[in-house]
């Protein structure tokens, strides 16, 4: 799944919607059984192009090109890679002229996994469903595909590299001692996403000691869609973090026009911070941008 489609306006289309009950009713797996791969491997999820770049490996083409360098920022995509359209509208016969010798996908597809399969083989990995941590899952999925690619050691090293970056990250904690954090995408001047749960950026902020001043649900997307009254209920002594692209684009500067949110203690504090994006249904390296950036952040602040 991409970003477009996870992000487009801040909403599910219904087709996507529908697609998102497919994952749910996904058991975790990879669904790509064979011998090690070799030739040109596609991604249509954002994640597992990331994690081939990790491992050494150019994806030939992925889906949503377009908006990679909005979404996910860095790794940077090398110049060749054909985009496929978005995951609503893969191109199929461009897709069939590059002959893959391996499709990458996530449940979130699966209504186009037999058209995918006629094309090639393909690896469905699991990263977001329920029952499981977006970054425990991330990691098992580095595995196995690093297994199906024939880059065991790159996964390795890439593997315990992340795990040290984590533990420096730590200690960046333990001197900082910041407040708790409530991470935000607006949706209008009503309503945002707010992270938790299960996902990525929750999972981030448990393992590196940071404190989340959301503890109500989060779906198995690691988000929660709250009216912006509902943070006048968190612990006002928090930082609010919202992610870049705002959208609508001049988001903050109209709430200065509402009661409630200059209302807020929190906001009346300036302790209100705007981030660049961090792809919030990514995989290893999504995590590691994430932390790096927020630390960054909070060091700056200290």
Not at 70 to 92: F, Y
Not at 126 to 135: P, V
Request: hydrophobic share 45%; proline share 7%; aromatic share 8%.
């Amino acid at each position: 799944m991409s970003s477009e489609d996870h992000f487009h306006g801040l909403r599910l289309s219904r087709r996507n919607a529908l697609l998102a009950a497919a994952a749910l009713l996904a058991v975790p797996r990879a669904g790509y059984a064979g011998a090690t791969v070799s030739g040109p491997i596609v991604s249509l999820d954002y994640g597992l192009a990331s994690t081939l770049l990790a491992l050494g490996v150019t994806p030939a083409a992925i889906a949503s090109l377009a908006d990679w360098d909005k979404w996910v920022v860095e790794p940077k995509m090398p110049a060749g890679v054909v985009d496929l359209g978005t995951t609503n509208e893969i191109n199929l016969e461009i897709l069939a002229s590059l002959k893959p010798a391996l499709i990458l996908t996530t449940p979130y597809l699966a209504p186009l996994k037999p058209r995918l399969e006629v094309i090639s083989p393909v690896m469905e990995l699991t990263i977001y469903a329920q029952g499981g941590e977006a970054l425990q899952r991330s990691i098992e999925a580095t595995r196995l595909l690093a297994a199906a690619i024939g880059r065991q050691q790159q996964a390795t090293d890439f593997l315990t590299q992340s795990e040290q970056f984590f533990d420096d990250c730590v200690n960046r904690v333990n001197k900082l001692k910041p407040p708790p954090l409530a991470l935000v995408n607006f949706v209008d001047q009503r309503h945002a996403r707010i992270y938790g749960g299960t996902g990525l950026y929750q999972n981030v902020m448990t393992k590196i000691g940071l404190r989340n001043a959301w503890t109500g649900p989060g779906n198995f997307w690691g988000f929660e869609t709250i009216g912006l009254e509902q943070l006048a209920t968190l612990d006002q002594s928090l930082r609010l973090i919202a992610f870049e692209p705002l959208i609508p684009p001049n988001i903050l500067d109209n709430l200065q026009d509402s009661p409630l949110w200059t209302s807020l203690p929190f906001v009346k504090a300036s302790r209100v911070s705007v981030l660049p994006g961090t792809l919030m249904f990514g995989m290893v390296q999504e995590a590691e941008r994430f932390a790096r950036i927020l630390l960054d952040h909070l060091e700056k602040l200290a």
